[in-house]
């Protein structure tokens, strides 16, 4: 099993939201690069990116569609 790419957000808080509602669902995931901009709202810059597991990956998408 591999991580993959769920989504990108601009800041911690947004990717912590989502990944806060996968949890409720069950799938594990982890945010990355969450602490690589001094300001957050320059996620542009560096988005903070949502993983999950590659299996778990459409079932996460339908979640938070």
Same mark, same amino acid.
């Given at each position: +099993? !591999?991580?993959? @790419? $769920?989504?990108n957000?601009?800041?911690a +808080?947004e !990717?912590?939201?989502? /990944?806060? /509602?996968l949890?409720? @669902?069950? &799938? ?7 602490? +690589?901009n001094? *300001?957050?709202?320059a996620?542009?810059? &560096?988005?903070v /990116? ?6 778990? $990956?459409e $079932? !996460?998408?339908s979640?938070? *569609?």
């Amino acid at each position: +099993m !591999a991580l993959v @790419e $769920l989504g990108n957000y601009p800041n911690a +808080m947004e !990717a912590a939201m989502v /990944r806060g /509602r996968l949890q409720v @669902e069950g &799938i594990d995931s982890v945010a990355f690069d969450g602490g +690589m901009n001094i *300001a957050d709202s320059a996620g542009w810059v &560096i988005p903070v /990116r949502v993983m999950v597991l590659d299996d778990d $990956l459409e $079932l !996460a998408k339908s979640i938070i *569609a």
